[in-house]
Every structure is written in C-alpha cells, then in structure tokens.
C-alpha cells in the first residue's frame, strides 16, 4: 500500500517537473518585515518561482546595511488551480548598522542560462525605542564595569622584538574581590598571528592588590614571547573566568554585579576577559656583520666547553659538553654544530635545560656530544665558535672556547661497524675496561661474625639493664627500710602539712596558713634536732634548741620573727593581709630549707 | 707452692698446639694476593673464597667484587661489594663501584631500596643504647628532682617531655631494627658459575619445579627477599631431585616466585637459611 502511495506521488512530481519546465522563470524580492526599528533584524527574501535549479545569489552592498554570506534556501512545489507551481526561496538575513530608509537596488542575475533582474526592496530602520535605548545603556554599563571588574594586561620588557627573539613577558588576569568568579575556565590565549608564545604554566596569585580603589586578586602567568613575523602587528590576549549569577536570564540583574553569590545558588555563566589591543613591532634581523655561523640565537650568552677526561684509551668514548648560558631564544635554539679534524668521530648531541622549563629564557643550555678518538697520541679538541645576536646592542657576537688536550692511549684500533652487523651491546671480554676500584693490599678489620646483630637479643644489653633496674630498687628499698618510723611519720605529716599551706593560700584563709606554719616550721626544727615531742615545744624552747645545734644566729632570728608572727597572726587576734601570705611562705621555704641542711 | 707455681705454666703449654694451629687469615689473604697480582684471577677468587668461609673484611669482599667484575660477572660483583659495604659503609670507591656494577649489570631498577642513613641496620645498637639512656636516665632524674620540686617545669611537663622523647627513639630504634630484618633476608640473584655468556635469565616459577613457568624474569645483581614463615624461617621446599627450592619476592612484594639454591646468594649470612640448608643437606 505504502509503496503505491510512494510511487503515485513519485509521478505526480516527476509530471510536474515537466509542466513547470514550460514555465515562466518570475523573481520577487521584498523585507520581511519592512521595518524595523535599528538594533532588530530583517529577512531580505528572493523567491524565484519556476525552476528548481539554484542560482547562485549575492546582493549587492547597500551602505549601513549587512546582509549575511549565507543564505537560508527553502524549496517547495504546489498546485495553483490545477497548475502545479515550483519555487525557491532564499533568506538573507540583514542587519541595519543605523536608522535610515534603504533600497536594495535592482539588480541582476543568472538563473537557469537566464539573465534575469531581481527587483529592488525597501526597507525602512527607524530610531530605536527608549526601551530599547536604556537596554542598550545598560548592556554599554555592563561591560564597561565588567572591564573594570576583570581584565587582562600584558607586559614585555622589550618595545619591540626581533624576528626570531624571546623575551620573558607577563600576563596579569585581575579579578575584583566582589566579583563571584568561581573558576578560570581558560588560560590567557593569544591573539595576534605575528607572535608565538611558550606554555603557560601555573599562575603565581597575589591578593588584595588594590588599583583605583578597587580591590583584586591578580593571577600573574610568565610567558616567553617570540616574535615571528616581522611588521607592527597587533597583540592581545584572552581568558574566560566562570562566574554566578542569578537564575533568571531575563532580569536586569542577571548581570554578575547583581548576583546572589550565597549559599551556591543560581547558574555558572562564562565570561570573556580580553586585554587591550596593543601593536608591537617586529624588526628582521640585520643582515649587515652576520657570522656566517650564525645559527639564530638571539640573546646574551656565555659558552663553556669541558670535557669528562684527558686521558682515554683509544676508542673509549669522551663526553663534551657544551654549555650555553644567558638569556634568549633557548627554545628556537639548535644545537651547535661542531666541526673537528678527521681525528673523532662525533655522535648526536643530548640536550638538557637548567632554568625556567616553561618560558626557557633564562638559564643554562647543555648539549653533550660523545666523541670518539680515531687515533692514538695526543690530539685536541679546538676552540669553537658560537655567534649570536644581541638585541639590547643590536649587534652579532662570537664567543670562542677554550681548547681542550686530549691524550689517546694506543689499543686496538677503531673499526667501523659495518650496517649489516650492528656492535654487539656488550663488549669483549678484551677490549679496555675500568676497574671499578683499587685491589686492598690489607686485609683490613677482620671480623668473625657477618650478620646483622640483633641487639635486643645481646646479653650485654639485657644484663646493663638487669643491673641498673636491680641497683635502682635496692636503692629504693633500702632507702625506705632505714627510715625511722617516727622520721617517716614526721615527713609524711610535713607534705599533709605543705598541703594544707597551698589551700590556705587558695582559699585566702590566713588563720589556717598560720597555724599550719607554725605547725610546719616546729616539725622541721624537731626533724632536724632530733626531738621526738615537737608539739610541745613552745617558741623559746625551739629557738633555744636551734641555737644548741650550731645554726647561725641570723637563721635562728628569722625562725623567731617567722614564729613570732604566726602566733600573733593563729592565737593574738592580729589581723594578717591575705595578700602577705605568698611572700610569708616563700621566706618560711627558703628557711627550712636552711634548717634541714 | 711447687703445685701452684705448676699450674698456669701446665695451662699455658695446653693452649700453646690450639695458638699454632689457629691460622691467621691475613696469611691466606696475603697468598690469594699473590696469586691476584700474578695474574691468576680464578685461583685468586678460590682463595679469597676459602677466606670468607671464616673470616670477613672489607677489603677481602672489595677484591673479590673487583675479580668478579673484571670477568663481567657483575651478579656475583653485586654481591661482595654490597658485603664490603656493609663492613665499610663509608668507602666512597666501594660506592662507586657498586654503582658501575649495577649499571652493567643492568639491574639498577631491582635494587633494594636505600634507608636513610640513620635508619640503617647499621645504627640499631645507636638507636637502643639512646632508648636506654633517656629511659634509665628519666627515670633516675625524676625520681630526684620531682620530690624535690627542683624541676624548672611541672611534673606533668617533664613526664610528657620523657615519653615523647622515649617515643621518637623507640621509633627510629624500630625502623633501624626493620631495615636489618630486610637486610637479613635479602639475596642477589646469581649466573652460574660455570657459565660463559653471562646473559643468564634466572625465571622466577610459579611453582618449585624445573618444568614450571615463570611470574616474572630475573636478571644476574637483582636484589630479591627470601619468604619467610611464621616461625621466621625461609620458605623451602625439597624437590624429589633433592633440589632445594627457595620463594622470594620483589622489595615491592609485587613479583613472587620459587628459584633454586645455586641461583642466588644471601647478602648477610642469614643464620637460619644456612641452618635449613644444612638440616636439608643432611636429609639428602
């Protein structure tokens, strides 16, 4: 049934196509709509009615008007009273640059081996509503605060470049606090086709950094520029930063000055961040005192050469390295090409860079050849020359190196491998070999054990151990069993009474603190001159028995005053300054102290 | 007093046949010189090797490192240096020597991995004699000063500063006494002597057998862990053959296998493997 219907239809197209070839080819052109206010669109639309081939059409300019390259190309067939009828329709879409009446001219076309005329087409752009008038306002507010709010700016520390120079240039992104950017979602490109730049690494980020008031986080980047193209050719860069704003996309405040940063809510939107637009100037190098071994570095450069020994047997490789270091074009550098007499054979370079891997302008340039000695005897290794171009002097230089001495041991003589039989990866057993060190001529420190010793399980350690915990314990047991009990029993009620003079103290109770003294100083005079009844010696009697036992009168007037003022302060009624009390105990300290040695 | 005057001079002509008999091993080790210097490497290796059965020095393992390495047999150079080493870990030459020998032998990535200096094997006494001290030393010290009260801080604080310090010490004490029990049950994979090429490929087998297929390829000078048990013995196991079969595994545990007994030798004289060795000796 399908395929009936499918090939009806077929014929019915097919038939029609022969009807409308008889017909006439008409072209129309018009706006749609013809008019419009300037900041909206039109469709600028050419229907040819009458053939199905596709011309090809191009408007003419019109001034202030822009019609895209493009055109959108609608094709149908119908029945126009039992007629059939085949059009093209092709749309372009034209953008009005200001207000004004336009015409589209008439002009001509080729359709179908036809010269044809399509007809002219108005179209009227009035002025733009107040509406439309504040939006615009608006949207020229945005971005100039958008560019105040994060931008880009480039630095070179060179006014212009040479074609072929690097200079280590930097890119600041600055970022205003308030603005909620969440991310950088792309790094500074660069725009501008007569430059090239290295990798841009990670961002050094500094903060608070204020300018115009304003505070911003600025992510710096190092970059090395190179110039490429010679001419002033402009130089820019650009970045995209994420930043949030609020959910609705059609409100005013969608704008992320009027965000609402908490709590995570609304939407990432991306934003372009571009730098000025600046031109630099790319010179061509000069041609006039080129080296003819010059090989484009662009730079200030110092040159080393060493080599890993002097003395060698024959055919044992030497390691020479050249080493360049300065500042330029480390990355556009080649390796030095190195010409010596018929006497080594040279292999490829190694490269190796010491500095800043990213922007490699700075630093040291390391290139290793490994050369090989054709003959015995003593050769050298000549001076070579390196030439470059300073850009700050704007003049070339050549720097020689220093000569190198190099004594070849006769051994066996150098063959070259030949291609089908590639060197074997380990040489002979008779070829020249470095012991690796000197044959001991002493037997050294012989020892009779070869094992890793655990000391945990050496008597020695276990047995010291044993001895001191036994020594230390003997002590101690010794110690408590030769106290006296009536000794033991006095030292114990000395810490009770200690004890009791700390809380007194703390609870600002002077009459306590008094009595435990007195208690406290008659205990250590009874301790110290072995008197078994302390509780009964009243003041005069322990001071008389300090006084027999040898203790200086100073020591002996002390313990009375200090005695003295407990018994007024416990049993005269006499008022003591809770404040004294620190002090007062401090003395009564230092004077037992005494009293015991 | 005639006995008493006797007795020592009886004892000391008891000991004099066990003084003779005892041979000095710088004799021997001046011998396997001469035979070095004539240029008799192989008879040279012999001698220093009948050396090392008993005595041990650094200089005795340098010069059989430097044999070994002259005949290319960098595996078993491996081995001596790394025993000299552990006799002198100061000789700078012997460092350099190993490190050529490795990078011959191309076995640098399966090398063991190096402690710090101070937590080697080699500091483990150091390390416990400083426990000792501070522990012995603390408690003395407290045991004076906080009754006292002569401490400049409270006893808390000076009981905290002890255990920290006991802390940091039972730890490095502990770390050491790890790299020794690695040491001790380290081994170098070994060419066998009698072969030529010196290209030898030692497969590490699934299982104890010759027939069985290999988990991973060894090369002469890798560095390798016996397995141990539960009791702290080297995993063996006894073919019918009477080939004793050994399970090791890579410093990073990832490759584990079996290798015979002549494939390898053992860095330290690890007591128990020579012990197993034995009682399998024995048995067969």
Avoid at chain 1, 111 to 134: F, H, K, M, T, W
Avoid at chain 1, 214 to 220: D, M, P, W
Avoid at chain 1, 326 to 351: E, H, Q, R, V, Y
Wanted: aromatic share 10%.
């Amino acid at each position: 049934m399908l395929r009936q219907i499918l090939r009806a239809f077929s014929s019915i197209l097919v038939g029609a196509s022969f009807v409308v070839q008889a017909e006439e080819i008409r072209i129309e052109a018009f706006f749609e709509p013809s008019t419009i206010p300037l900041s909206h669109s039109s469709s600028y639309r050419i229907v040819v009615n009458g053939t199905q081939k596709v011309p090809l059409l191009s408007p003419p300019a019109v001034p202030g008007l822009e019609f895209s390259s493009n055109p959108q190309t609608l094709r149908s067939a119908s029945w126009i009273n039992g007629v059939a009828s085949v059009k093209l329709e092709f749309i372009f879409r034209a953008t009005p640059k200001r207000s004004g009446r336009f015409e589209v001219p008439e002009w001509p076309a080729k359709i179908d081996n036809q010269s044809l005329s399509v007809p002219s087409a108005r179209l009227v752009v009035g002025e733009p509503s107040p509406q439309q008038l504040i939006r615009q306002k608006e949207e020229k507010d945005q971005q100039e605060k958008l560019k105040s709010a994060a931008f880009l700016e480039f630095s070179s520390p060179r006014p212009f470049l040479f074609e072929g120079e690097s200079a280590e240039a930097t890119v600041r992104l600055f970022l205003w606090d308030r603005l909620p950017v969440t991310r950088i979602d792309q790094a500074p490109l660069k725009r501008g086709e007569a430059f090239s730049v290295s990798e841009l690494g990670q961002p050094s980020e500094q903060r608070n950094v204020v300018r115009e008031n304003k505070s911003y986080s600025v992510f710096t980047w190092k970059v090395g520029l190179t110039g490429a193209i010679p001419g002033t050719k402009p130089l820019g860069f650009t970045s995209v930063i994420a930043v949030r704003v609020k959910e609705r996309r059609d409100s005013l405040f969608s704008n992320p000055f009027f965000n609402d940063p908490f709590f995570g809510f609304g939407r990432e939107t991306p934003i372009e961040v571009t730098s000025d637009e600046t031109s630099m100037e790319v010179r061509p190098l000069p041609t006039e005192g080129r080296p003819s071994d010059f090989n484009g570095a662009i730079g200030n450069f110092e040159v080393v050469t060493g080599i890993d020994t002097n003395l060698v047997s024959l055919g044992d490789p030497v390691r020479l390295t050249y080493s360049i270091r300065g500042a330029g074009n480390f990355s556009a550098m080649p390796a030095p090409t190195i010409k010596l007499s018929d006497s080594f054979k040279i292999g490829p370079p190694n490269f190796k860079f010491t500095g800043d891997e990213l922007t490699k302008h700075k630093g040291t340039q390391d290139f290793e050849y490994v050369l090989t000695p054709l003959k015995s005897g003593s050769l050298e290794i000549p001076s070579l020359s390196f030439s470059f171009f300073d850009p700050v002097r704007e003049k070339y230089f050549s720097r020689l190196t220093n000569p190198h001495p190099l004594l070849v041991e006769p051994g066996e003589s150098w063959n070259a491998p030949k291609s089908e039989n590639p060197a074997p990866a380990r040489s002979p057993a008779t070829s020249s070999r470095r012991i690796p060190s000197q044959m001991k001529l002493e037997g050294g420190d012989w020892t009779e054990t070869f094992a890793v010793e655990n000391p945990l399980r050496s008597i020695v350690f276990w047995a010291s151990h044993c001895s001191i915990l036994l020594a230390f314990s003997a002590t101690v047991f010794l110690r408590s069993r030769n106290l006296d009990p009536l000794v033991r029993s006095k030292l114990q009620k000395e810490r009770i009474l200690d004890a009791k003079l700390r809380n007194s103290i703390r609870h600002k109770d002077a009459y306590g603190f008094y009595q435990a003294l007195r208690r406290r100083i008659r205990l250590r005079i009874g301790l110290a001159c072995k008197c078994d009844n302390v509780s009964a010696l009243s003041r005069f009697e322990a001071v008389e028995l300090l006084r027999q036992n040898g203790y200086s009168e100073e020591l002996v007037r002390k313990t009375d005053e200090l005695l003295g003022a407990c018994e007024n302060s416990a049993y005269g009624g006499v008022d003591a300054e809770v404040n004294e009390l620190e002090p007062i105990l401090l003395q009564a300290r230092s004077i037992l102290k005494k009293i015991r040695s | 007093m005639k006995l008493s005057m006797l007795a020592p001079a009886i004892l000391l002509s008891s000991a004099i046949p066990f003084l003779s008999i005892a041979q000095s091993p710088e004799e021997d080790f001046a011998r396997a010189l001469q035979l070095e210097a004539s240029g008799n490497p192989e008879n040279a290796i012999d001698a220093y090797e009948r050396i090392s059965l008993k005595h041990h020095s650094s200089n005795l393992y340098a010069n059989l490192g430097n044999l070994y390495f002259q005949k290319e047999d960098y595996g078993r150079a491996i081995l001596y240096f790394r025993k000299a080493l552990w006799l002198d870990p100061d000789d700078r030459e012997l460092s350099d020597s190993l490190a050529e020998a490795n990078l011959r032998s191309g076995a640098v990535e399966n090398q063991s991995p190096r402690p710090n200096r101070f937590l080697s094997a080699h500091f483990q006494a150091h390390w416990l004699v400083a426990t000792s001290l501070v522990f012995w030393f603390g408690i003395l010290l407290g045991a004076y000063l906080i009754p006292q009260r002569l401490t400049p801080f409270s006893g808390t604080g000076y009981g905290l500063l002890w255990i920290l310090s006991l802390g940091f010490l039972i730890w490095g004490f502990a770390q050491s006494q790890a790299a020794g029990k690695r040491l001790s049950r380290e081994i170098v994979i070994l060419s066998p002597k009698n072969d030529s090429e010196r290209e030898t490929i030692i497969g590490l087998r699934r299982f104890p057998g010759e027939g069985s297929s290999c988990n991973a390829q060894l090369k002469p000078g890798d560095s390798m862990l016996v397995v141990l048990d539960d009791s702290e013995n080297p995993r063996i196991h006894q073919s019918p053959e009477k080939t004793l079969w050994f399970l090791v595994q890579s410093h990073s545990g990832v490759e584990r296998g079996w290798i015979k007994r002549d494939e390898f030798e053992s860095v330290m004289s690890f007591v128990r493997l020579d012990q197993n060795d034995l009682e399998a000796s024995k048995s067969n």
